[in-house]
T-cell receptor, first 115, second 112 residues
Framework: DTAVSQTPKYLVTQMGNDKSIKCEQN?????MYWYKQDSKKFLKIMFS???????INETVPNRFSPKSPDKAHLNLHINSLELGDSAVYFC??????????????FGPGTRLTVL | DAKTTQPTSMDCAEGRAANLPCNHS???????VYWYRQIHSQGPQYIIH???NNETNEMASLIITEDRKSSTLILPHATLRDTAVYYC?????????????FGTGTRLTVIP
């Protein structure tokens, strides 16, 4: 069974469109994350969600919005897509509160290409 | 979170031990050292973590110096599948923000 899954794996779209990437984890974790990896391979945190509450929100444009229908899902919605949004987006999950233990499980990534 | 410094790249012969260094001279007393790796086109994978004692699991060993200003990840018998970018991350105790800050990492190439 896949621990953290993302759909779609590849997403090609035009500038200005609105798109969503879905993420699901079956690990029973209470915290989920979205990371962006750009063309230079830098991996940066975008959001983390704990118990349906946004607990961290890095300086990302408000065109990006995480939505969590339940503890097992954290979807990423992107409005008005721009060329610079092209990247690989990774979802991850972990169990918050285990002091000193920060093992995050990552999904396979979604490669977004904006034309 | 303390900043980490790693070599950009390293090579290792297949079957030999791979020793990946990391400097974290500004680490504070309650910060842990984590190692993740990212194999090409995959999501990052947790390897190991430690505070001040050396740690070992089925994947690797982590050696932390006594002053905690540096550490070394050891893959005892590197295989071709260990070719990846290895990230050393220093992270404090969980206080509510649970994010990881990835640096540039070390690109390890295991050579046949």
């Amino acid at each position: 069974d896949t621990a953290v899954s993302q759909t779609p794996k590849y997403l090609v779209t035009q500038m200005g469109n609105d798109k969503s990437i879905k993420c699901e984890q079956n690990l029973g974790h209470d915290t989920m994350y979205w990371y962006k990896q750009d063309s230079k391979k830098f991996l940066k945190i975008m959001f983390s969600y704990n118990n349906k509450e946004l607990i961290i929100n890095e300086t990302v444009p408000n065109r990006f919005s995480p939505k969590s229908p339940d503890k097992a899902h954290l979807n990423l919605h992107i409005n008005s897509l721009e060329l610079g949004d092209s990247a690989v987006y990774f979802c991850a999950s972990s169990q918050l509160g285990r002091v000193g233990y920060n093992e995050q499980f990552f999904g396979p990534g979604t490669r977004l290409t904006v034309l | 979170d303390a900043k980490t410094t790693q070599p950009t790249s390293m090579d290792c012969a297949e079957g030999r031990a791979a020793n990946l260094p990391c400097n974290h001279s500004t680490i504070s007393g309650n910060e842990y050292v984590y190692w993740y790796r990212q194999i090409h086109s995959q999501g990052p994978q947790y390897i190991i973590h430690g505070l001040k004692n050396n740690e070992t699991n089925e994947m690797a060993s982590l050696i932390i110096t006594e002053d905690r200003k540096s550490s070394t990840l050891i893959l005892p018998h590197a295989t071709l599948r260990d070719t990846a970018v290895y990230y050393c991350i220093v992270r404090g105790r969980i206080t509510g923000a649970n994010n990881l800050f990835f640096g540039t990492g070390t690109r390890l190439t295991v050579i046949p």
